[in-house]
């Protein structure tokens, strides 16, 4: 845990999340080799292409494919990516007491959701904001599916959705969730939520609303998934094994985060229409404050 929370400072965090991102394209030796990567952090540009093969167990041609698969031409310009993003002063962080589980708890969800938070820009940019917005202005009608605790955050898109004017259904179980979905006329938008992206339930959605012609906006953690190859839209945002037992919880805050950044997006982008539907939601929302 030591070694792999120095690789989670403010600075680092978005070179983190690309590399995390990609974790689920690897496989065998090269994902041992990300591992290393993220494990070591900041201390892999003193480390050579042979240094990090050894710590990953294999050869050092497997570092330079697996760097390439991770979006880099190869081991030099992670290195110099790792440079560029090192803080020249790490800020001390509170030790948190090994001998009290309340303390370590809070240590560690508060690390993992600062990174989660920290490394959204590094896979979600002002481009896939604004395709995303513009799927859900065209659209005559909105299908949210999540499930677990991905659930919790498409109930509150479709709040979101719904104040700002767009036709929106959220069905409370995936056998519903998937009949709406074949359904959904063209031009529709499904939009699902899982943090792996694989997800059966929300998977089945979405390819039900592909197949009946509707479009497919994907919010998940990971670049690439089954969710991701359905998808016709992709926003990717959070962490993955950021603290053991904790990758959910940092994710579930990265993603509603990338629900208000979207949901800011689209009350531009449908100016007087939605802020006439903001002034009925306030209206309505008056009469419960007491």
């Known amino acids: 845990m030591e070694e792999r929370s ?16 990609r974790l689920g394209e690897l496989r065998g030796t090269e994902a041992r080799v990300a591992r290393v990567v993220l494990d ?23 570092v330079v494919r697996a760097c390439q698969r991770l979006g880099f031409r190869g081991f030099q310009e992670l290195k110099i990516a790792a440079a560029l993003h090192a803080p020249a002063a790490p800020a001390a962080e509170p030790a948190a007491d090994a001998d009290d589980p309340a303390a370590r708890a809070l240590a560690d969800t508060l690390r993992a959701a600062r990174a989660a938070l920290e490394g959204i820009t590094a896979t979600l940019g002002p481009d896939d904001l604004r395709a995303a917005a513009e799927l859900l202005d065209d659209a005559p009608r909105v299908l949210l599916v999540g ?19 767009l036709v929106v259904d959220a069905p409370a179980d995936s056998m519903t969730a998937q009949l709406v979905a074949a359904g959904l006329p063209p ?8 943090h792996t992206g694989a997800t059966h339930s929300v998977v089945a959605a979405a390819r039900a609303a592909r197949a009946s012609g509707a479009e497919v906006l994907a919010l998940t953690s990971y670049a690439r998934s089954p969710l991701t190859e359905t998808a016709t839209c992709v926003l990717v945002a959070g962490g993955q094994d950021l603290v053991f037992g904790l990758e959910t919880t940092a994710s579930r805050l990265a993603h509603l985060a990338a629900v208000d950044a979207l949901a800011q997006t689209l009350l531009a982008l449908r100016g007087p229409r939605a802020e006439q539907a903001l002034r009925l939601a306030a209206d309505v929302c008056a009469d419960y404050v007491y």
């Open 147 to 165: 499930t677990g605790l991905s659930g919790a955050v498409a109930l509150d898109i479709a709040y979101r959705l719904r104040a700002l004017g």
């Open 40 to 62: 070591r952090g900041a201390e892999l540009v003193h480390l050579s292409v042979s240094d990090v093969a050894a710590l990953a167990g294999t050869a050092p041609s497997s």
């Open 187 to 194: 031009g529709a938008v499904c939009l699902a939520v899982s």
């Open 6 to 21: 120095k690789f989670f400072t403010p600075l680092e965090s978005q070179l983190a999340a690309q590399i995390r991102a």
